[in-house]
C-alpha cells in the first residue's frame, strides 16, 4: 500500500515543521547549559534535527511539492518549561511522535532512497531518545 502523494506530502510537511521546531527548542535550551557531556550531546542533537529539516526539505522538492515554511510550536512549549530535566522528557516525547510518524510511513515507501533517509532518520531519534533517557537517569540519580 502506498500512501496517497497528498497525504505523503501534508506528513512530510508536519515532520519539517516539527524537525525546525525541534532545532529551535534544543537552541534555546543550549543557551543556558554550561559546557559538558549534556551540552555536547544536545548540540549532536541539533545538528541531527537541522540535518533532517534539510533532507525533509529536499525530499518534498523532488516530489515536486512546495516545503513548508512554518516552525511548529514544540519549542514554544518545551522553552516554557522549567528544568532541564522536565524539559528532556518534553523533547523525548517530540522525538517519540516523530518516532511513531516514521515507523508508519516507512512500509508505505517504495522508493529506496526515501526509504533510507527515513530509516536513518528513525534510527537516529530512536538513539537521541535513549541518550536523552541516559541524561534523565544521571540527573535524577544526583538529586534523589
Known sequence: MVMENTALIDLLNRLLEAERSGVRAVSG???SLPDGELKEG?????GD???YVAGLHATLKRLGAVPSEKVGDFADKLLAIDGI???LRFL???QGWVLRKIEALLPT?????MRDFFSEMLDTHRKNIAWAEKMIEQMTAKVG
Request: glycine letters at 4%.
Open 29 to 31: 535550551m543550549l543557551k
Open 42 to 46: 544536545l548540540k549532536k542533537a541539533k
Open 49 to 51: 534535527e537541522a540535518r
Open 85 to 87: 530535566v522536565e524539559r
Open 92 to 94: 523525548n516525547r517530540g
Open 109 to 113: 515507501l517504495t522508493d529506496h532512497a
